[in-house]
């Protein structure tokens, strides 16, 4: 009897459908294979994820072709995506689509080939140079062969008096080959490094390095939680420990947010590695879909056996995985604002855990889920308490601008941080200052009757930029012009409230008038060489003052910078999110890692109007696990993560009450599944009620049984039709509440 292949095509339905295998295809027919497959009046492409064993009864359209050499996805990532789906609770086509990268599956993916001229002797014959003599352009197009080596038709066809044609004669000729060659499309070609060596490590070095190596060699490795303060050198750990993978033979994965990989960050990397010949590969957002695409081909063929990457390289289709860093794990980029919701760091533990191999995740910071299950011993605590080379932490000085008498201009920058900034650039040294707010001025508020302007489409203040002379909406790109007076009472001038970083910088252009300023967000910063281009800058000491948003915050390590000022701490605090206080706590110690990386001891100014807050003094005292035991207490009290599990449905539409109704209609459907240790709140409207004109509402579940609700969720989202104009998304442990 004919095999039988169960295949998922690439449409979003959340099924597998079982199709006979012919015979002469037997051979060829692997798990995860792309093959091409009758669906309805159809052909869809799909890949192969199981081989039932129990005879299917009826008759079986077979499988029509299959389009991959050998096993397109790797088995490890199938079982990946199987998981996701049961516990994202989303169609196994969503998770097998975030998991195989949208270059590798396109219609036309493949290397790029190009025409490539080579010669094929060193001399011309005298003969052939004598018929060439009128050929001006042939025998131009030879001396600069001669010269400068083989090349691309393409590019050599522009040299000035050497045609396309001309080169098409050589070959005519036989002094050149022309042939069809891969390109491949590498996003380091020109970015060569000079090789680095290992440094000594300190005692807490060498013992983090061998527990992770204990790990590595442990039959069932458990997760290394590596809590370094920041500077401790966690980088050189994450290097040692996969240079002993590659000796073993095997291949290492790197994930960093995608904010932190910078090319100072890949260069570590590479630099390290360049002598190994063992190929480094980079997966991130930036990539063309060409680069992407030969990158993940690099990988899956083995050329590359280091891969850095941002969030979706967790599924890099290495063999042999040896270890899986994933560094700043508490960051929240890490987690996928798309169906099915994946949180990277989540995956990485889950890939870890299949492949049997040593998952490390570390962070100066550690999210409380990952500090409460080394707590409760499930994952392995390992401490880098020192800054490397006796580094100091900064000294960090809280500025209370709260004003002291009525009707005083709120601080923008206090003076301590003016004369501190001063210092710094009479002893040529440099000054990061922060601010986690884009724009000039963030708000438009009446100050005679309070009025704030909203965004017609969503129910969120706008932003003025002064550049543009505009007013903006960060969440749906609205802008408009700014008005004279207040629209409600007719006051003028209209006051601006809050702060942006174009503000402060120009703040700081007028106390510092011959300082070299530069300012980063993600407003002057499109595309990643002005980004590139700025750092390196900064770092060559082309800059002395850095004012940015918290992309400037992490992983940056810059030795001269030996202060840093944070304009305005509390902003943070105010979003309605049960993890506020845990984020601002993570961001004032992310930056005042940028102070004192040198050998000069750091300062850090932050500035606030709840000087006494608990994530602003334990950031103070750098007390992180001071902050994390009072931090999972309050979390215990009141039910939240890491104790208890979030699951967040949210409905959009420009109906209100259609929404609404919808909404409602889904959670008595929920309500009926009995679901154990569930406590279910909602419909409510959300935090920010209206984006892009749609309303939105949302139902929380809370539980205590994760694993046994997703599984039962999942049934009433699968292949089910909601009304046209209704979107509902199901987010299980959403970082993003608003
Ligand atoms: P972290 O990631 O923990 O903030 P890094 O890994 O960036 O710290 O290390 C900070 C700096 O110290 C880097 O320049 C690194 O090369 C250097 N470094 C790391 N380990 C050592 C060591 N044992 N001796 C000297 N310098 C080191
Ligand atoms: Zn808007």
Not at 110 to 129: C, G
Not at 218 to 227: G, I, S
Not at 481 to 501: D, E, H, I, L, W
Not at 570 to 583: T, V
Request: aromatic share 8%; glycine share 6%; charged share 25%.
């Amino acid at each position: 009897m004919a095999r039988i292949a169960r295949v998922v095509p690439e449409v979003s339905l959340d099924r597998a459908f079982d199709y006979a295998i012919p015979e002469a295809l037997d051979a060829q027919v692997t798990l995860g294979a792309k093959v091409r497959v009758p669906f309805k009046s159809r052909q869809l492409v799909g890949y192969v994820v199981e081989f039932p064993k129990e005879p299917f009864a009826g008759s079986l359209k077979p499988i029509l072709e299959v389009l991959s050499a050998r096993a397109f996805l790797p088995a490890i990532l199938i079982d990946l995506a199987q998981w996701m789906a049961q516990y994202y609770a989303a169609p196994l086509t969503v998770a097998l689509m975030s998991v195989l990268p949208k270059a590798v599956r396109r219609a036309d993916a493949a290397f790029k080939q190009r025409l490539w001229v080579e010669p094929l002797t060193d001399v011309l014959p005298e003969e052939t140079a004598a018929a060439m003599k009128k050929a001006r352009a042939q025998l131009a197009a030879w001396e600069h062969l001669r010269q400068n080596g083989p090349g691309w038709l393409a590019d050599l066809g522009q040299i000035p008096g050497c045609s396309a044609a001309a080169w098409r004669g050589l070959a005519e000729r036989n002094l050149v080959s022309i042939q069809a060659r891969t390109q491949d499309r590498d996003p380091f070609l020109h970015a060569p490094v000079a090789e680095s060596t290992p440094h000594e490590m300190n005692p807490e070095q060498l013992a983090a390095l061998s527990a992770i190596r204990e790990e590595m060699d442990a039959e069932k490795p458990r997760v290394v939680l590596l809590r370094g303060v920041t500077g401790s050198g966690k980088t050189e750990v994450y290097l040692q420990a996969i240079a002993r993978v590659l000796s073993l033979g095997k291949s290492a994965l790197v994930l960093v947010p995608e904010i932190a990989l910078t090319p100072q960050t890949v260069e570590h990397f590479r630099a390290r590695f360049i002598g190994r010949k063992v190929g480094v590969a980079v997966l991130h957002s930036h990539l063309s879909s060409g680069e992407r695409h030969d990158q993940w081909q690099h990988i899956r063929a083995g050329r590359a056996r280091i891969v850095i990457g941002a969030r979706s390289a967790v599924f890099a289709p290495l063999d042999d995985l040896g270890i899986i860093v994933v560094d700043e794990e508490h960051e929240h980029s890490y987690k996928q604002e798309e169906s099915p919701h994946y949180h990277a760091r989540d995956v990485a533990v889950m890939r870890g855990h299949l492949e049997r191999v040593a998952v490390v995740l570390g962070s100066a910071t550690p999210s409380l889920e990952s500090y409460h299950h080394a707590k409760e011993g499930k994952y392995r605590l390992v401490e880098l308490l020192q800054r490397v080379e006796e580094g100091q932490m900064p000294v960090t000085h809280i500025l209370d601008i709260r004003s002291t008498k009525k009707g005083d201009a709120p601080v923008l920058v206090a003076p301590r941080l003016i004369e501190a900034i001063q210092a710094r650039l009479d002893r040529q040294e440099q000054a990061i200052i922060f601010l986690n707010r884009r724009g000039y001025s963030s708000s438009l508020q009446c100050p005679q009757c309070g009025q704030v302007e909203m965004c017609p489409n969503c129910s969120v203040a706008l932003t003025f930029h002064r550049q543009a002379g505009k007013l903006r909406c960060h969440l749906c790109d609205f802008s408009s012009g700014v008005p004279q007076a207040c629209p409600q009472c007719g006051f003028a001038p209209y006051k601006y409230a809050g702060s942006g970083t174009e503000k402060v910088e120009h703040a700081l252009v007028e106390a510092f008038p011959t300082a070299r300023i530069a300012r980063m967000d993600s407003d002057n910063m499109r595309g990643k060489d002005a980004y590139a281009k700025t750092l390196g800058d900064f770092a060559e000491g082309k800059i002395d003052l850095l004012v940015g948003t918290q992309m400037i915050a992490k992983g940056l390590h810059f030795p001269r910078v030996t202060c840093v000022g944070v304009i305005n701490a509390d902003l943070a605090l105010q979003i309605p999110d049960f993890r506020a206080g845990e984020r601002v706590f993570q961001l004032l110690m992310q930056v005042s890692g940028r102070s004192g990386r040198g050998q000069v001891r750091g300062e850090v100014f932050v500035q606030t109007r709840v000087p006494f807050h608990p994530s602003i003094q334990f950031a103070r005292h750098h007390d992180y696990t001071g902050f994390a035991e009072q931090e999972l207490e309050f979390r215990r009290s009141l039910h939240y993560p890491p104790y208890e599990r979030f699951v967040l449905v949210t409905a959009r539409g420009r109906n209100e009450e259609k929404t609404l109704y919808v909404l409602e209609q889904l959670a008595k459907e929920i309500g009926k599944l009995n679901l154990p240790e569930t406590e279910i709140t909602g419909p409510s409207p959300a935090p920010i009620a209206r984006i892009e004109e749609r309303y939105r509402f949302q139902v929380f579940l809370r539980t205590r049984r994760i694993m046994a609700v997703t599984p039962r969720l999942r049934p009433l989202f699968m292949d089910r039709a909601w009304p046209d104009d209704i979107r509902i998304t199901l987010d299980v442990d959403p970082v993003d509440l608003l």
